[in-house]
């Protein structure tokens, strides 16, 4: 077991702080449940950081100890090792249009993975399952809308979307328009209101 964790942390070591490591990556070192064992007990012993289920992270070293790696950092991992689409919750999409002044004070992620929490040192992380036209253009300014609007609804799309369309490039906004027929029919309605109307 010694020797399965050594081989665990000079692999580690190797990777830039904050990267991810999974049991499946080390399959050729030894059995699942030993990696499973190795892999929990170098982060009991604080070496790794567990940021899901089979997931563990390199700590990010500063003169002041180390630390879990950054929210957003352990989100990609997660994202990157499960092959799920996360991205940031409405009300996160919301602020950063200047369509609320409201900041998100828990770590929210909206995700087409199942719902579950991490813990990464002091923080939780929720990952929140939702429909895939959440999802849509991912990360990109017009998904960021797209989160914005689902979050405020049907009441205050049309008023949202007015100041969305002045705020978008032009080709952004026609990012959103042709993504409209994958919404549910009130943002769908609006969208085309916005860009016909």
């Known amino acids: 077991m010694q020797k399965l964790t050594s081989q665990i942390m000079g692999h580690a070591e190797r990777l830039p702080e904050g990267s ?24 009991e012993r604080g070496e790794l950081v567990r940021a899901g289920r089979g997931i ?9 100890g180390s630390r879990p790696p950054t929210v957003e950092q352990a989100v990609e991992a997660v994202a990157q090792q499960r092959g799920e689409v ?3 919750n409405g ?19 909206l995700t087409s993975g199942r719902s579950r929490t991490m813990n990464l040192g002091q923080q939780t992380v929720e990952l929140r399952h939702v429909p895939r036209w959440q999802l849509a253009l991912a990360d990109r300014p017009a998904g960021v809308a797209v989160r914005a609007l689902a979050w405020l609804g049907p009441e205050k799309a049309d008023e949202a979307l007015s100041r969305i369309k002045r705020k978008l490039p032009p080709d952004a906004f026609g ?21 016909h109307g």
């Open 20 to 43: 991810a490591l999974s049991a499946k990556s080390f399959l050729h070192l030894g059995n699942r449940p030993a990696l499973d064992q190795a892999l929990s007990r170098l982060a």
């Open 56 to 64: 563990y992270m390199r700590p990010v070293k500063s003169r002041f």
């Open 86 to 88: 996360i991205v940031s």
């Open 91 to 109: 009300a996160a999409a919301a602020n950063a249009l200047g369509l609320t002044t409201q900041v998100p004070v828990r770590s929210v992620y």
């Open 175 to 195: 990012e959103l328009v042709a993504a409209a027929p994958q919404f549910p029919t009130w943002l769908a309605r609006s969208v085309g209101k916005a860009a």
